[in-house]
């Protein structure tokens, strides 16, 4: 049940079938094997709430969040994107390419 556009995981927790209206997303690099954990998140890799931010969904359409800054240790990147979109069936995460290089550079040559 629910409204027409209604996300899977809002779904099962409306159902009861998941403990929070969440879920947590591991992508790894190619030779490894991303995770998806519907309900929360993987106590063995994120330890507290504190460790990252709860994002909300822009749309109830699709994973898209707002992405308009990224944070890179203590320096944060302005994107010329105003949202992403999480694609967890492939594992990717897409956004604008000049904002990807613009991150790319940032972790790849600029790691200060």
Do not use: C
């Not at 030779?31 to 749309?59: H, P, R, V």
């Amino acid at each position: 049940g629910g409204r027409p556009g209604t996300l899977l995981v809002e779904k099962l927790y409306n159902a009861g079938i998941i403990g929070k209206n969440a879920f947590g997303v591991d992508y790894r690099w190619l030779n490894g094997t991303s995770s998806i954990l519907l309900g929360g998140y993987d106590t063995d890799l994120i330890k507290s709430d504190q460790e990252f931010a709860w994002i909300g969904l822009k749309t109830n359409t699709h994973w898209t969040v707002p992405m308009s800054t990224v944070k890179y240790g203590d320096t944060e990147l302005s994107m010329a994107s105003t949202s992403a979109v999480l694609d967890t069936g492939t594992s990717l995460t897409i956004f604008e390419l000049s904002d990807f290089m613009k991150i790319w550079n940032k972790i790849t040559y600029d790691k200060t």
